[in-house]
């Protein structure tokens, strides 16, 4: 997200400097650099408050740890799952992107000897931290104490920089390296990757992706909704990324297509096959095979400072931006999307009712007191429903599209299903008579019931 965020704003200086007629002309709709965020409202002093306790985390010598074995043997199935299904169909799993644009997004490490592939929304955020702690040969205390932007705008070395693959050197340091991939479930994967860039408050993709899917897919739309992009429904952008992969069109974007496309999981030897579904013991079984042995008493604090990190960033961001977002909508109709997404995400109930006024939004609620209301949510909550409300919101998502858009996304996300064993028709989605159940009492996407 911080990427995103430098991003935005270095596009936004030059359209300062250069469009000074243009903003005169559309000024309501351009994207322009938000004032500076109020002492309170620093994202720095935030991330210091969240994460203050990590820099004096205690050492593991007294920790307990898990089963590496049992771990092991599931690895090995994984893995072997991969090449199996690898050689009985390689043509079908090579993908729409280049090798050479796919090697250039792949890290690698030789004095750490690894090779990581980023699969966006799978926790890549976590383990560039994690990565950085490693090439500056810090003490890997709490990854979550690295800044983001700090692990993403490091300097890294890529698979494409030791090409071609089977030269002797590149050759010896793929079969002596941990090669590491971690995947996630591919409908949970396109809802979550829809949630966090079109639905809740985003300006960089609601110009670059939003304006587009509009544009092509809305027969009728008003001005503000072309030039904003920012009220793109579920079953639009369904439509666009199924598009995009069958005519391989430039708005495709690694945040939405599939696993294979991007890390080549069958031109690529990975031995560590990790999902977003295990992520905790996944974790430690790859840092463990890069020698930092992990106890369960800090991986649970990793997994509570991964909730306040998830806060964070569905927050942070959003109120630098607050001047732009709110050319496009309400800035109370932003926050209560900021607040769905925070359901969406698990994080806190979905009976939890968006707390303030309009009045109360847009002139009193600070970054800071929206994040400790959440944070006090998100501890009194049942975590154990938190957990199947992920899967609920899943599926009333999906019952906003179509059968036969249904149909041609699992042919598109097949390998993904296929490579790394998940469910291509989930009752959930599929289950025709539950399926109208969810529809009847659909409101996940409904503003007014937030």
Not at 171 to 178: D, E, K, P, Q, V
Not at 338 to 351: D, F, N
Request: proline share 4%; glycine share 4%.
């Amino acid at each position: 997200m911080a990427f995103w965020r430098y991003a935005r704003r270095k596009l936004t200086s030059k359209l300062v400097l250069c469009g000074t007629i243009t903003l005169l002309v559309v000024g309501v709709f351009v994207l322009s650099k938000d004032t500076e965020p109020k002492k309170e409202e620093n994202d720095h002093a935030l991330f210091l408050d969240s994460f203050a306790h990590a820099y004096y985390g205690a050492d593991d010598v007294n920790g307990t740890y898990l089963n590496m074995d049992t771990i092991k043997e599931e690895q090995a199935s994984r893995v072997q799952h991969l090449h199996t299904q690898c050689d009985s169909s390689p043509d079908k799993m090579v993908g729409l992107s280049s090798e050479s644009w796919a090697y250039g997004r792949i890290e690698i490490n030789k004095n750490s000897n690894y090779l990581y592939c980023p699969l966006l929304k799978v926790g890549s955020t976590f383990f560039r931290r994690v990565f950085y702690t490693m090439r500056e040969r810090k003490q890997l205390l709490n990854p979550y104490i690295v800044p983001i932007n700090q692990a993403l705008g490091a300097k890294r070395m890529v698979l494409e920089q030791i090409l071609p693959l089977h030269s002797q050197a590149t050759h010896a340091f793929l079969n002596g390296s941990t090669s590491i991939i971690f995947v996630r479930e591919p409908f949970s994967r396109i809802l979550s990757g829809y949630v966090d860039k079109l639905f809740a408050p985003n300006p960089y993709f609601w110009s670059q992706i939003g304006k587009h899917i509009i544009s092509k897919y809305r027969p009728v739309a008003k001005i503000r909704q072309l030039m904003c992009g920012h009220d793109v429904t579920f079953a639009e952008f369904i439509e666009y990324l199924i598009e995009g992969e069958l005519t391989n069109d430039t708005h495709r974007d690694a945040h939405f297509t599939p696993t294979y496309d991007q890390c080549k999981p069958c031109q690529i030897n990975y031995t560590v096959l990790g999902k977003m579904e295990t992520f905790q013991t996944d974790v430690a079984f790859t840092l463990a095979q890069l020698g930092y042995n992990v106890s369960q008493e800090k991986l649970k604090q990793w997994a509570k400072d991964a909730t306040h990190d998830a806060i964070l960033d569905s927050t942070v961001s959003p109120f630098s931006w607050k001047f732009t977002v709110k050319k496009c909508m309400p800035w109370h109709e932003g926050l209560k999307r900021i607040w769905r997404k925070l359901q969406i995400r698990g994080i806190i109930s979905i009976e939890e009712k968006f707390p303030w006024s309009p009045e109360i939004s847009e002139k009193s609620i600070t970054v800071r007191m929206f994040t400790e209301r959440v944070k006090k949510l998100n501890s009194q909550a049942d975590k154990s429903k938190l957990k199947k409300q992920k899967i609920d919101v899943l599926a009333q998502a999906f019952s906003t599209v179509r059968r036969e858009q249904l149909m041609k996304l699992v042919d598109i996300f097949k390998p993904d299903f296929q490579l790394f064993q998940y469910d291509m028709y989930p009752d959930y989605i599929f289950n025709e008579l539950l399926v109208s159940k969810i529809r009847k009492k659909n409101t996940i996407f409904k503003i007014d019931s937030i």
